[in-house]
């Protein structure tokens, strides 16, 4: 813990002080707690009657087919953008200037327009060349969430793969071309199992992230859950206010337990690595930042050092590093 | 093509908007990140809780759902209203300052023990310890990840944009409703982000530069 490198164990006289602070700290928090709940209720916010809104069958299907909206973008997206990575990351160690080029190209692109321009883009394209494009029927928006989301973070999972690719030690490689291997062999059997592996908690944190981004196809008015929430506060009346602090709180609550469940799976399984004894190193899990996050491949000391300290560190005893 | 020229005030608008959206923004969300990195450190457990909450809440919720709390929710409890540039600075802020909040952190801990241990016992209380030996240089060995964060708000400022703050996306909505070519103006704009995002990652290429020591 670095906290107890900042203070000493405190004495009698610092104890008596932290409890003051502690107490002052409480106190501080749960006031303004209190005070924003006494607000909301001085609105109404908590009348029973507002509350009530949610036990309407269609209220409650409309958040159910919200979250299933949502967990279906969720996962076209995450599983395109996983193979798009897989894919931009082999591009991107290719042999052929062209296919290189093209690959870092397209990730460098993809990477520094907003996300939320590229789906607007799309939705806009998509929309304007409805018929040409042979597009039949209202999933313009589900097209260009999906696609925007994959192509975006598939630029970025490409990114966290080529932190994995350099994590693998350089001998590996120079063995496997020595007993013979193809290109194509080392690529499938050695390098992208182990960079799969070692980067998997920072992998499943940028899955929270295109988590997280769905709800940007609230603003080209696709309805996913954010969407849904909106449409629902928007339409209920209830004691002549509409409902958006009881949705919002009901919502909120939904993104933060599925993120957070998310989350938890990238901890358990980089605590998992961590105590596999292959040799194979786990690289700290990056912050499941917005964007490319601690992944910039401008920066030479960004992810591939890391990973590469924590190959070093692999043969170290586990507890060591962390 | 002349979609850039014939609306050029439009343009120039947008990213000053942008620029100034994310300027402000970064330094608000600075400033409370470094306070929630020393809330988390410090011997006060509700500070600590206060902290640890901040970033796990703020982490963990989407962007576009914050906006929609302080459009809707918030001004049901504070009475005076922001105009809605004011909001954007507040959401974009909150929200960056949990991640440089955790990216301070983890700067924390890569001083080296020894350093700490010395300033005690050189008698500094807390304070002087984080603000005078700690900080310092944990801010060093956090740039390259805060570069990272900075440029995230970048791109995240589009989305207040959709919340009809002026900036690039803005503009760029108004004028593909108007029916101009989305392939200009998604490349024109997208320009304008890649010159704002080179910025960042340059000006944080050069504080590196500056502030290298050998450790």
Redesign the interface.
Known sequence: M??S????A?GPK?RMR?RI??VI??VA?IGLIT??IM??AD?G?FASEVWNTFNYANVRIAIRDGIFTTLKVFALAGALSLVLGALLAVARASDHRAIRWLATGFIE?FR??????TI??LW??FL?YKSDLGFVGENNGFWALVIGLAVYNGAVQAEVLRAGFNAVPRGQVEAAYALGLRKSQVMTMLLLPQAVRSMLPTIISQL?VTL?????G??ITYAEL?YAA?QL?NTTLVNGQ?I??PV?MV??TI??AM??AL?GLATWVEKRGRRAKTGIAVAAA???????????P??P??PTAEAEQAAAKADEPPGKSG | MNVLLDHFAEFREGFIGTVWLTVASSVLALILGVVLAGFR??????????GAAWV??F???????LF??IW??VP???DFGFDPWTKALIVLSV?TSS?VC??V?SG??T?P?GQ??AA?SLGMT?FQ??GTI?LPQAVRTVL??L???F?????????A??FSVTEL?GW??VL?DQGFA??W??LW??LG??VI?FTI?GL??LL?RSLEVAR
């Open positions: 670095s906290s490198v900042l203070y000493d405190p610092a932290n602070y502690s700290g409480t928090i005070f924003v607000r909301l609105r916010h692109l520094a327009i907003p996300l939320l321009i607007y883009a806009v394209l304007t929270v997280k981004d769905t709800s940007l609230y603003i954010l909106r506060a509409y958006y602090v919002i919502v909120g993104y933060v993120c957070m989350s990056a912050e499941p930042a917005e964007a490319p996050g601690a992944l910039d401008s920066d000391k960004g | 450190v410090s011997p006060v457990p509700p500070l600590r809780f206060f796990t809440l982490r963990n919720t989407p962007l576009t759902l929609l709390t809707f929710a049901q409890v504070f929200y991640f955790e990216a952190r924390i801990n001083v023990l700490a241990e005690r807390f310890t984080l700690v390259p990840p570069s990272s964060i440029i995230a708000l970048t791109k995240n400022s589009a989305i944009g959709a996306f760029q909505k593909s989305i392939a103006l998604f704009v997208a982000y890649l995002t990652s944080f290429r590196e």
